[in-house]
């Protein structure tokens, strides 16, 4: 869309928006209708499958597709007035003109995994703009290495299976989840089981496109390096739609190898997660091992096991050495190592145990419309644990049903990268955990109870964990540590889960957000707030 068009877009929508304060009786559907066939000149035939209104058949599997957390998947759940389920770039910039002529929210989904729910809910009436159609990935070997074009609405596991297409030796460092969408997942940082060989997804960004509050697409260099710094890391919801973003790929070993290990506290699990502090973040790079804390019940008794997963970017030999030498409580064999391609390895952690039998075409698998109860909470950890902590964690974990930790280690090449370099600021820490609570059951009831497990763990790591502020990650997303109605006191509140999940790169974050989008129309409950108008 040129620029001379554009302009006669944003002057529609505004004599359009005049219009609007006499039509009490146009619906918003109607309202919103009329203005994006004025602006993308869209026919008939394919608006309704653009523009789904809530009477439309394909409104609610289209909506559920992409609810990741069924406590967002119930009757009494505000919907949205609309869902936009864009094809082409021009739908995507008519959304943002329509719903800001409208002066309504736009609510941005790429794979619904927001785990709150902020993607795709609101208390306010608001429109969704389902990105689920931008999937296109375009992998290009001959860039300088290895590069790839992936729209925001195409998943991991799209990702990895276009480069596994062309290469068994290149990949991207992102997360094991397949279903993820790009969008949310790169902006908002991301990472995965080669943070500590390649640090993290966002520093593996070389351009982008977005569609700015104004309707106006820019790339790298027209957005400047501020914007472009913004959204990575700070997340995109609060600038702008992301299209596409590019990344360069990174290479791997032909042959890898994967690991597993689980004891019970009758094993020593006490021991292996207390030394595991020590080794995790701090041992080769290529390899990375993540721990999973759990309570439960064996021989009707309520226990805690930890669970440890690991990959090495190197043959099966080398590490049993290495962990030989530096993790003799873990007790690695051989025996318990498996070598793989790095594509077998994604599979390998998707729990198919054996990868041989798999093939990588279920990476492509998007599986709509299946979501479990969950809750989930974020922290990090600048200093080990002593054993007796970790014991009363352990005591405390065992009385907990359906709630677990995971441990992620950071360290490596991770710290390579200044903490402003990019909008993620945790990248000096030991070690993440992210508190889990899932369970089957519908109902207020059980989700008190679960919820109220979870905030428990919470609670209890409270002087283990960092401090002024209690850094939490933005893609695991936490309404509990603040939200914003954006009313008087938006930066106030904005302020408050800000600093946490962006340490002093808030500041920066929040000057980014004023000249970029000074109304502040891409808000959600916990976007970057403007600069109070008394301070501009």
């Keep these: 869309m040129d620029k ?7 002057s529609f929508a505004a004599s359009y928006s005049i219009s609007l304060s006499s039509a009490d009786s146009v619906t918003t559907y109607e309202d919103f209708v009329r203005c994006f066939k004025n602006v993308t000149s869209i026919t008939d035939d394919d608006l309704s499958a653009v523009i789904l209104p809530r009477t439309s058949v394909s409104f609610t599997p289209t909506l559920r597709a992409y609810i990741r957390n069924a406590r967002f998947n119930t009757s009494s759940t505000p919907k949205p007035s609309i869902i936009i389920v864009p094809r082409v770039d021009s739908h995507v910039q008519a959304a943002v003109i329509c719903t800001k002529t409208l002066n309504l929210q736009l609510k941005i989904r790429s794979g619904g995994h927001d785990y709150d729910g902020l993607s795709y809910v609101s208390a306010v009436t608001f429109l969704v703009l389902d990105l689920s159609n931008f999937r296109n990935v375009t992998v290009d070997l001959n860039d300088g290495g ?19 297409e062309k290469s068994e030796v290149h990949a991207f460092p992102a997360g094991v989840c397949p279903t993820v969408g790009v969008g949310g997942h790169v902006s908002g940082g991301g990472y995965g089981h080669m943070i500590r060989k390649f640090g993290l997804t966002i520093d593996h960004v070389v351009d982008a496109t977005i569609v700015d509050a104004n309707g106006q697409i820019h790339d790298r260099k027209s957005m400047g390096e501020d914007l472009f710094w913004a959204i990575g890391g700070g997340g995109g919801g609060s600038f702008g739609v992301i299209l596409a973003f590019k990344v360069k790929l990174v290479e791997v070993p032909k042959t890898v190898t994967v690991f ?11 021991d292996m997660v207390h030394k595991w502090q020590f080794v995790a973040p701090r041992t080769d790079p290529g390899l990375f091992m993540r721990v999973l804390l759990s309570s439960p019940t064996q021989n009707k008794t309520r226990t805690v096991n930890a669970k440890l997963r690991a990959l090495y970017l190197g043959r099966a030999d080398d590490v049993v050495l290495k962990m030989t030498e530096e993790f003799p409580e873990l007790g690695l064999k051989k025996e318990d190592c498996k070598e793989m391609t790095w594509i077998q390895s994604l599979l390998w952690w998707m729990n198919h145990v054996d990868v041989d039998k798999v093939k990588p075409e279920i990476l492509l698998e998007r599986e709509p419309d299946s979501a479990k109860f969950l809750k989930r909470k974020s922290d990090y950890v600048e200093k080990e644990m002593t054993k007796p902590e970790l014991n009363r964690l352990f005591q405390k974990l065992a009385t907990l049903d359906r709630t677990g930790l995971v441990l992620n280690p950071y ?3 991770l710290n390579a990268t200044a903490v402003n370099e990019t909008a993620f600021p945790h990248r000096h820490k030991l070690y993440k955990i992210q508190h889990s609570a899932t369970w089957p059951d519908a109902g207020p009831e059980a989700e008190r109870l679960y919820i109220g497990n ?5 609670k209890i790591m409270t002087p283990f964990v960092s401090k002024n502020p209690r850094s939490s990650y933005l893609n695991y997303r936490d309404i509990d540590i603040g939200v914003n109605d954006h009313g008087a006191d938006s930066y106030r509140k904005g302020e408050i889960y800000g600093r946490k999940y962006f340490g002093e790169n808030f500041d920066r974050l929040v000057r980014v957000k004023t000249a970029v989008d000074p109304e502040n129309f891409f808000r959600n409950e916990q976007s970057i707030p403007t600069v109070p108008p008394n301070r501009r």
């Design 4 to 10: 001379m068009y554009l302009i006669l877009l944003l």
């Design 146 to 164: 290895g590069s790839a074009w992936v729209q925001s609405g195409a998943t991991l596991g799209e990702l990895y299976y276009r480069i596994w």
């Design 260 to 270: 597993r290990v689980d004891k019970s506290v009758d094993e020593n699990a006490l």
């Design 411 to 413: 360290g490596g090449n």
């Design 454 to 458: 979870l905030r428990t763990t919470y």
